[in-house]
C-alpha cells in the first residue's frame, strides 16, 4: 500500500532531516512512515503509490475552499503570468490588508509576512517595543511557531521562570517566557501578581489547534480581556489556525472578544506562504519604518500567495461559514451518535470547521488533560483509518479541519469509517 512512500522517504532522510521539511509529518508520534503526498483536488490527497485519501489535515488548515479550488488555481496562474515577486509595494497587498481590516474587529493596521512562525514572533516584538517590558505569557500546549520564545517548557513552580524548550534556545531568552495554563484565568493573575510591571504581553490560541481543538470555556477569553486591560498587558490573539476559520471575522468575532494584536496565517494565504500580524493603529504604528520596531522580508507580501489569499476569502462569505458549521455539526454529531451507542472511552470537541476526536472519556479543558489521552490507542485508530482512505492529522495532539469540499456524502462516508477503525482499535 505504501511501497513508493517508503522508497521515497528512505530517499529524503539522506538530504532532509527525517526526510520531511516539518517534524510533525514524519509520523513520529504515530510511527510507520508517512504517504508521499503527489496531488489534491477538493477534500481529496492522493499518495505515491496512487491511494487517495479523505483529507481532515488540508495542509494544516489552509485548504478551507478544498485543494486546487478552480478560482483559485486561475488567479493564481494569471498572476504567476505577470511576474511571481517584484519586491515592491503592489496594489493587491492593499487588498489583502483592507479585507483582513474589515474582518477581524479592532484591527486597523495590517503588516503581511511569509509565515505563522514570523507573525507570532513579530507580534511579541511589537508588544514588547510598545510597552518597554520583556517577559510574555504564553500557555501550556499552545504553539506560535519556532522562534526561540515560544520554544519554552514550563518552570518547575508555577510562577517560575520558564526553560528552553529546544537547545539552541537560551536560558536567557527562556526567562522572559512565561507559562500559564488555558481555561485557567488564576494561573495568569498569578504571573502577573508575580512578575509586576515586567509583562508585555499575554499570546494563545483563542482556541487551542496544537493540543488538539480545546475551545476557551467559562468566558475565559473575556476574563482574559479584562484582566489585561487592567494590567496594561498586550492581548495577541494567535489566530494562524483560527482566522477566517472558526468565522468570517475569526475567533476575535466568534467569541466577541477583541485583541489588541493578531496573528494569522494558514487560511488567509490561501495555501501559499503568507502570514500576517495586525491590530490597533496605536501599537502597529510602532512598527517600521513607520516606527522603530524592525521587521522585514524579501517575499513579505508576494503578489501570488496574496492573489491567492484574496480569491480564498472572496470564496468565504457569511453563507459558506454557514455550510461549514452545518458539516462541522453532521460530523460532531455523528461522532457523539458512535460514541453513545459504543460506550468507548472517547470524547469530541470542535469549533466551526475545526474538531478533535480524543482517546479519553471525559473532554479535555487544558494541555495536561490531552497529555493523558490514550495516545497508544489514538494511533492504531490513526493507521485503522488510514488504510480505510480517511487521513486524519498524525498526532492527538493536532486538530482536524472541514473544507467546502467535505459534503455530507462524505461525511457519512467518514463516520461509517471512524465505526470501523473503532471497532478494530477497541
Ligand atoms: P507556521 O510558521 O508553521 O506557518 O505557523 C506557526 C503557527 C503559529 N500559530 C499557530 C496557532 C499554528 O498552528 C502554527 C502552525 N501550526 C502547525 C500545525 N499544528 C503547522 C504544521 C507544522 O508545523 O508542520
Not at 492529522?393 to 473503532?422: M, N, R, W
Request: charged share 20%; net charge negative; proline share 5%.
Amino acid at each position: 500500500m505504501f511501497e513508493q512512500s517508503e522508497k521515497l522517504l528512505e530517499r529524503a532522510r539522506k538530504t532532509i532531516p527525517g526526510g520531511v521539511n516539518s517534524p510533525v509529518r514524519a509520523f513520529t508520534s504515530v510511527g510507520g512512515s508517512p504517504p508521499f503526498i503527489e496531488s489534491a483536488r477538493g477534500a481529496h490527497v492522493t499518495d505515491a503509490d496512487g491511494n487517495s485519501y479523505i483529507d481532515f489535515v488540508l495542509t494544516w488548515g489552509p485548504a478551507i475552499v478544498g485543494h486546487a479550488h478552480p478560482r483559485v488555481v486561475e488567479a493564481c496562474q494569471q498572476a504567476m503570468a505577470r511576474g511571481s515577486s517584484f519586491g515592491a509595494p503592489t496594489q493587491l497587498e492593499i487588498e489583502l490588508a483592507e479585507e483582513i481590516v474589515d474582518r477581524a474587529p479592532g484591527a486597523d493596521v495590517v503588516r503581511l509576512v511569509c509565515s505563522g512562525t514570523e507573525a507570532c514572533m513579530t507580534a511579541i516584538r511589537v508588544a514588547r517595543g510598545a510597552t518597554g517590558r520583556d517577559k510574555i505569557i504564553k500557555f501550556e500546549g499552545c504553539y506560535h511557531g519556532h522562534s526561540d520564545s515560544f520554544l519554552i517548557a514550563a518552570g518547575s513552580g508555577a510562577t517560575t521562570l520558564g526553560v528552553p524548550d529546544s537547545p539552541g534556545v537560551t536560558k536567557g531568552t527562556a526567562q522572559d517566557t512565561l507559562l500559564a495554563r488555558f481555561n485557567d484565568i488564576d494561573s495568569v493573575r498569578e504571573l502577573l501578581d508575580h512578575n509586576t510591571a515586567e509583562v508585555a504581553a499575554v499570546i494563545l490560541e483563542p482556541v487551542c489547534g496544537n493540543t488538539g481543538c480545546l475551545p476557551p470555556q467559562n468566558d475565559f477569553l473575556k476574563k482574559l480581556r479584562q484582566l489585561c486591560d487592567d494590567r496594561s498587558v498586550v492581548l495577541i490573539f494567535d489566530e494562524v489556525m483560527t482566522g477566517f476559520r472558526v468565522s468570517h471575522g475569526g475567533a476575535a468575532e466568534r467569541f466577541g472578544v477583541t485583541p489588541d494584536l493578531y496573528t494569522f496565517g494558514k487560511v488567509v494565504g490561501g495555501g501559499f506562504p503568507l502570514a500576517a500580524y495586525a491590530g490597533k493603529e496605536e501599537l502597529m504604528r510602532h512598527v517600521s519604518p513607520d516606527g522603530p520596531v524592525y521587521q522585514a522580508g524579501t517575499l513579505s507580501g508576494n503578489p501570488i500567495a496574496v492573489t491567492a489569499g484574496i480569491e480564498t476569502l472572496k470564496l468565504l462569505t457569511p453563507e459558506v461559514y454557514d455550510d461549514l458549521e452545518a458539516t462541522g455539526n453532521r460530523l460532531e454529531e455523528g461522532i457523539k451518535s458512535i460514541i453513545r451507542d459504543s460506550s468507548y472511552p472517547l470524547s469530541t470537541h470542535r469549533v466551526g470547521s475545526m474538531f478533535s476526536l480524543f482517546f479519553t472519556p471525559d473532554a479535555p479543558v487544558d494541555h495536561d488533560d490531552v497529555k493523558a489521552c490514550d495516545i497508544e490507542r489514538f494511533n492504531q485508530f490513526f493507521h485503522a483509518l488510514l488504510r480505510r482512505g480517511v487521513y486524519l492529522a498524525p498526532s492527538q495532539f493536532e486538530a482536524g479541519f472541514l473544507s467546502t469540499a467535505h459534503d455530507d456524502a462524505l461525511i457519512d462516508e467518514v463516520l461509517d469509517k471512524i465505526s470501523q477503525a473503532l471497532a478494530q482499535v477497541f
